[in-house]
């Protein structure tokens, strides 16, 4: 099993930055993509950002583009979120997830991840 633990969140003022981390630890595997998904109260979770096990091929939601950045470092086992420019609707808890593949293309769907991570609250203010 692998176990996600994210981290980087918090309270930001509209047009603020955020950097989130998901650490995955216990067996892991080189072949893997990696997402993060957002969840709002009263609001289904959605998609936010992924990236193929390669790390050459990123997907993000249209509300997030040209805003967040999705990167990964494989040697550390690490996937990162920059959030830029930051609004209020961004409000929410994120989770990152893990999809093990044998090819190199981005999920966007949620039951394509393995594990997942219990969260990090991201706050906008306005």
């Known amino acids: 099993q692998v176990q996600l633990v994210e981290s980087g969140g918090g309270l930001v003022q509209a047009g603020g930055s955020l950097r989130l981390s998901c650490a995955a630890s216990?067996?892991?595997?080189?072949?893997?993509?990696e997402g993060w998904f957002r969840q709002a109260p009263g609001k289904e979770r959605e998609f936010v950002a992924a990236?193929?096990?390669?790390?050459?091929?990123?997907d993000y939601a249209d509300s997030v583009k040209g805003r967040f950045t999705i990167s990964k470092d494989n040697a550390k086992n690490t996937v990162y979120l920059q959030m830029n420019s930051l609004k209020p609707e961004d409000t929410a808890g994120y989770f990152c997830?893990?999809?093990?593949?044998?090819?190199?293309?981005?999920?966007?769907?949620?039951?394509?991840?393995?594990?997942w991570g219990q969260g990090t609250q991201v706050t906008v203010s306005s």
């Open positions: 997830a893990l999809a093990v593949l044998y090819s190199d293309y981005v999920p966007r769907g949620e039951k394509e991840y393995h594990f």
């Open positions: 990236i193929s096990r390669s790390g050459g091929n990123t």
């Open positions: 216990g067996r892991t595997v080189s072949r893997y993509a």
